[in-house]
T-cell receptor, first 113, second 114 residues
Framework: AQSVTQLDSQVPVFEEAPVELRCNYS??????LFWYVQYPNQGLQLLLK??????LVKGINGFEAEFNKSQTSFHLRKPSVHISDTAEYFC???????????FGKGTLLTVNP | EPEVTQTPSHQVTQMGQEVILRCVPI?????FYWYRQILGQKVEFLVS????????KSEIFDDQFSVERPDGSNFTLKIRSTKLEDSAMYFC????????????FGPGTRLLVL
């Protein structure tokens, strides 16, 4: 069984500030890790993913995430956020033969001017 | 860029009615999924579909739910007799076989059961 915990339900930040959205997972098998973003009234868009190799992965819009196997974490970071980054961010894991996704509850990032 | 599409974007129905939610996956993808997101809650897996059959389903996916790929392009989710608790956003996703395990999501159908 797999589970994902997103430790912060809401993260308010000011524009141009750095941000970190935290994600921890548990799984009995090897997993792949994802961050999806959901803008208001839109679907889920892939931000970045970790499949294997380098533990630091870079995604779209200047986001990056680091896979830490010992801490079972996959935190998302951006050094300087913009107003347009305001959205809900979902961490997810997949594994097993069907690669279904198990999502966290999401973190609402609100960027204020 | 190819994308997953879903229709309708919104649907309102009366309790007990049947609804069919439609999805057109990315054309060369072979794995298809349905997820739902009840307002304020996490996105939950419902069912996966491969080679014209269900490959996995969750506890949520009971006998009132069914999926079908009727014509090689559409992928549908049918709810036979809707309940109030079926009100949610339903997302379709597709994945290319062997393609880095990324699922591409549609924009969703917001279903409201009254």
């Amino acid at each position: 069984a797999q589970s994902v915990t997103q430790l912060d339900s809401q993260v308010p930040v000011f524009e141009e500030a750095p941000v970190e959205l935290r994600c921890n997972y548990s799984s009995s098998v090897s997993v792949y890790l994802f961050w999806y973003v959901q803008y208001p009234n839109q679907g889920l868009q892939l931000l970045l993913k970790y499949l294997s190799g380098s533990t630091l992965v870079k995604g779209i819009n200047g986001f990056e995430a680091e896979f830490n196997k010992s801490q079972t974490s996959f935190h998302l970071r951006k050094p300087s956020v913009h107003i347009s980054d305001t959205a809900e961010y979902f961490c997810a894991v997949s594994g097993g033969s069907n690669y279904k996704l198990t999502f966290g509850k999401g973190t609402l990032l609100t960027v204020n001017p | 860029e190819p994308e997953v599409t879903q229709t309708p974007s919104h649907q309102v129905t009366q309790m007990g009615q049947e609804v069919i939610l439609r999805c057109v996956p990315i054309s060369n993808h072979l794995y298809f999924y349905w997820y739902r997101q009840i307002l304020g809650q996490k996105v939950e897996f419902l069912v996966s579909f491969y080679n014209n059959e269900i490959s996995e389903k969750s506890e949520i996916f009971d006998d009132q739910f069914s999926v079908e790929r009727p014509d090689g392009s559409n992928f549908t989710l049918k709810i036979r007799s809707t309940k109030l608790e079926d009100s949610a956003m339903y997302f379709c996703a597709s994945r290319l076989e062997g393609g880095g395990e990324t699922q591409y999501f549609g924009p969703g159908t917001r279903l409201l059961v009254l």
